[in-house]
């Protein structure tokens, strides 16, 4: 039951990068995961959305990456940069990896995406962190593991967020330095909904900073204002009973 219930989940939101042209050809992939069963269902690797369907999410545990017998595809190249997230940032349940424009323009130029305006503020409670250039040996990975550079990845977002004392659940995204973001959610529709944000606020950042390249971050009462209206135990924005 669980397991259809994630491959569906991933599914969706495969689908809905897709859609929302977030991932062009394959260069996306989104998962999604269940802490009770320990399981993640996610893409299976090169196969054209238009081709995809519940049944084709691979499942596997996050803990040991051993795949259920449900699955006959190899799964997304990314997987190990999932498992590993999985597994370091407790409290989230979707993964969407994608290469849309905007944000991997900020990733290729290495530069944290600031928080200009209260766009960014409703969802990222200040800069959306750029990891640094990965070493030699962390792109080459181990003789012995096939996807370390992956699982390598992961851990160079690990080491950004726990270096610079930033709560994931805060700031769910990431940018990897010369490569693209990572976004994620409390579910997979989460996390897509996250790299929606992160396309459109990386966009407004641009524009801004051509408009005025001096412009600075927005204050921090702003900042606080905006996110915790939304996120934390004093959150009032919407409506009562909304989920
Ligand atoms: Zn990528």
Known sequence: MQINKIQIEAFEANLEIAREKLALLTWGNASAYDAASGLM?????????????????????????EILPVSELKPSSDTATHRALYRAFPGIGGIVHTHSHRATAWAQAGVDLPCLGTTHADYFYGSVPCTPPMTEEEIHGSTSNTDGYEHNTGEVIIRTFRERNIDPLQIPAVLV???APFVWGIDAAGAVHNAIVLEEIAGMALATLTIH?????????????????KHGSGAYYGQKNAS
């Open 41 to 65: 269902a996610i893409k299976p690797s090169g196969v054209a959305y238009a081709d995809l369907t519940p049944e084709k999410m691979v499942v596997m545990h996050v803990a040991s990456g």
């Open 177 to 179: 330095h010369g490569h």
């Open 213 to 229: 390249a001096q412009t600075t971050a927005i204050s921090q009462h702003l900042l606080d204002r905006h996110f915790l209206r």
